[in-house]
């Protein structure tokens, strides 16, 4: 696989307001933004995200956040172009202001934002096992809507830690009806088990999977154990990468400028950049969707991502930025 490298052209902007805010759970806020003059906005395919840019506190370089867009009319495709984007948003006290940003949001709010793309979009398969965990929902609910379109078979697991802390289920029962199962950690009964659910599926049938990264790693490994072939998993992690114990500071250089910059252990290489001013891409932060990848002239990298190819990798050329590191103190970047 050649590597995605980082796009010269930035994704279209667009200014938004918000139109509505709803809270379907104590956590979580459902926000919808329109165009400020009311115009159509770009269509989008199941699974699509869009980048919303968050201003930083201290008068630093913006940030973009990530969040998917819900759909729930299987009578509207969205794929023409929208009135409205919907968004649904887990505030994270501990998280690094996005999501609080986001809940302190009020009507008529502006908003910058990316047109939607998408990292995690749905094939054409007969049967779908949909699983979702928590705010995992909001792309997988767009999925279900899609194939209720297409009427096309499919099988929506939901699951969180108590039935109140489960967005959107209203919206759920009245799209899915006895295709949604939902589950609740506090509940014997119904508590999400992976190994019941994949004993009763097909195996090598489609799966979605999104939620936290400990849930998606539970489904990935006990599919594999059960034979489903790679191409039939797919998963989006709602979690950014974090430090890892042990990680330690390392010096990079940029080689246009000769410039050298620290990256402290608890600090991301990416977050590094964007700080001292650099000019890179980035979406996922969690090293799958390609998007920062850079050029390494030398240095030896410590791979962290799900994206680049073991050939790739053991080229020693290229990195993506947002979560692998460095194992010689010293990197030079093509930047
Ligand atoms: S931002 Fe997606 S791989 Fe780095």
């Given at each position: 696989?050649?590597?995605m490298l980082a796009p010269t052209l930035a994704p ?105 793309v ?161 000019d890179v891409m980035y979406d ?6 390609g998007l920062c990848s ?42």
């Open positions: 696989m050649t590597p279209s902007l667009l200014t938004l307001r918000v139109a509505a805010i709803e809270a379907p759970t104590s956590l979580i806020k459902s926000i919808t933004l329109e165009a400020t003059d009311g115009a159509l906005l770009p269509g989008y395919t199941p699974g699509a995200h869009l980048q919303v840019e968050i201003p930083c506190a201290n008068g630093g370089a913006p940030q973009w956040r990530s969040y998917s867009l819900i759909h729930l009319d299987p009578h509207d495709d969205p794929r023409e172009g929208v009135r409205a984007y919907r968004l649904g948003i887990r505030r994270e006290d501990e998280g690094r202001g996005g999501s609080r940003h986001m809940h302190a949001l009020e009507v008529g709010a502006t908003l910058t934002v990316r047109a939607p998408n990292h995690f979009p749905l094939a054409a398969p007969p049967c779908v096992l949909l699983i979702a965990g928590g705010i995992g929902i909001t792309p997988i609910v767009s999925m279900a809507s899609a194939l209720a379109a297409q009427q096309r078979d499919y099988v929506l697991h939901f699951s969180g830690r108590t039935r109140e802390a489960l967005p959107f289920v209203n919206e759920l029962r009245a799209l899915a009806g006895e295709r949604l199962i939902l589950h609740a950690d506090d509940e014997p009964a119904t508590r999400f088990s992976i190994d019941a659910l994949l004993e009763n599926a097909q195996v090598n049938q489609p799966i979605y999977v999104c939620g936290p990264a400990g849930m998606i790693d539970a489904v990935l490994a006990a599919a594999r154990k059960r034979g489903w072939h790679e191409c039939d998993l797919h998963y989006e992690l709602f979690t950014e990468a974090a430090p890892q114990e042990g990680d330690t500071a390392f010096e990079v250089e940029l080689k246009s400028s000769g410039k050298r910059l620290t990256v402290p252990a608890d600090k991301s290489l990416l977050d590094t950049l964007i700080e001292h001013g650099a996922c932060r969690a090293g799958y969707c850079t050029r390494v002239a030398s240095g030896e990298i410590e791979h962290r991502d799900t994206y680049l190819s073991d050939a790739d990798k053991a080229s020693g050329k290229v990195m993506q930025v947002c979560v692998s590191r460095c194992k010689s103190g010293r990197l030079v970047l093509d930047l």
